[in-house]
């Protein structure tokens, strides 16, 4: 017995012996490497996130890690350090890439040390952010002329202005992803990127608020309001025609100008039908009186909203600084448009007045009541989340998608015929690919070669500097939609703001606001209510094109800008100085 516990003695010693001492026998755990945590952000030279980009890490030449920014160019990503990199002889570094702007390589400094993780390994962190320059290679210049491409298309009525963005969009999409896949310089836009440029707010609002029109136009209502027009301006052409554009300015400021065209489209070609009148001598008008009108509040227009966001201006801010312009804008536009139409405006046939104002009270009746109260209510709700949207943090489109779902659900109309007959397809699909080929446009640096411009030409002068973003903006707006351009020029103002002497009271903000809200007139495709307009028309059966468009709205366009730039030196520039 006492020999088995001698035996049993010994062994528990030598197992305790392995266990406790090194030997051959049992191999020792490798020490944890040491962790890197690199972070940081990719942007332009006016702030705005570069996706795609390409991180590369190196320790002493060699590379250790790839990385991709995110959304808003941000990266996050651990990287396991190999041994004997923390003496001081190790280099980090790290090289940035990304297709249309200069690569870089910059050190990888301020290496902070916080210590050890539960694994044993030792963090390490470094937050690094790098600002990319463009470069102006083949994919600047492919995006360019794309761009010019499609503009002359649409001018020259040589496609279809939906087919002619579609073919923009695909042929940017196709060169990246075939000439780019072997030459980085002929890569221009990503997919991903193309997505991101669609602003899906956008096409929701649209949508959502044609659908809401289409329920509504089941009421009779808007027929109902062309009588009540009519019944207002007795007879008198000139003066409906007048009373429709200062609604329609109205209404504009405190909704989009967006929506109002699609409230008030319909009631205008009842209204022409009825008088035997070519609609385009009330649509136009109207259209350009909304984007007057919506120029002077925060609400109006977008590139309003991307302002008062930007700079934090308030609604009153706008209403001050802009309403008054916007009033003589607007009287200013209608005496135009009603000598410019003069012609269309007294071919109208109205004979017995007294008659056919009853005609119409008998013929344009409400024809669904308890449908107009249901479209009424929703329609209430929906403006009512759009004057509040920015203390909700929501988009506008949010408001019109849950109007015209709860309008759908109580009203009992059938969806499907509300999208096949309601929806303008052309026109979403238009501002889909438009969105790409001027998200192309910006990515790879035109946009921001115009911008630099206009800061490089001011060179300190506040006169200079109001008259280049004022009139700049404004025939950029008639060229490219003013939503992108507006936000590529905010960080550009707001550096001109703080450096130029006299321009803290914020008096380049409403250059840039009426800029960019009344350039958009000159063209059909300047503002998203002029591409929803000249879309609805033509359906109607009254084609507008590139060109008749522009010849409509240059003149009162130009006139206008001088407005604005007279009321910008002689009333707003004293004002502020004298502030």
Known sequence: MKKL????????FLLLAALIMPGPARAQNPAPADI??????ITNIHGKGMNDATVRIFINQEEINVIHTGKEGRFYEQTALPQGVKDGDSTLTM??????????TVPVDKILDYGYDKNGSRIYASQTNIIMDNDINAAFWIATGVLILI??????????????????GALLLAISYTIGSFNPDYFIVSFEAAMSAIDLNVVFLLMAMMMIVGVTKKTGLFQWMAYKAFHIARGNIFILAAVLMFITAFVSAFLDNVTTMLLIIP?????????????????????????????????????????????HLSFMDFAQNLTLVCVICLAATILYMLWLFRK?????KVEDIGRTVAALRQEYRITNSKLLAQCLLLLALTVFLFMIHGLLHMEPSVAALLGASLLLVISRVDIVEILEKEIEWPTLVFFIFLFVVIGAAEDTGLIQVVAEWVRDMSQGDLILAMMLILWVSGV???LIDNIPFTATMLPVVAFLTESIPGAGGGILWWCLALGACLGGNATMIGASANVVTVGMADKAGYSITFMKYMKVAALPTAITLIISSLWLLYVDLPHTLGN
């Open 151 to 168: 503009y002359i298309l649409i001018a020259a009525e040589l496609l279809h202005r939906t087919l002619a963005a579609f073919l923009g």
């Open 267 to 311: 009631v205008t070609l009842e209204i022409s039908r009825t008088l035997k009148l070519n609609p385009i001598a009330l649509l136009m008008p109207e259209v350009f009186a909304s984007n007057v009108g919506g120029t002077a509040t925060l609400i109006g227009d977008p590139p309003n909203i991307l302002i008062g966001s930007y700079a």
């Open 476 to 478: 950029a707006s008639a």
């Open 95 to 104: 090289r940035v890439e990304r297709a249309g702007y200069i690569n870089q």
């Open 36 to 41: 890197l945590v690199v972070a940081g952000s």
């Open 5 to 12: 516990q001698n035996i049993a003695a010994g062994l528990s």
């Open 344 to 348: 269309d405006l007294r071919a109208a």
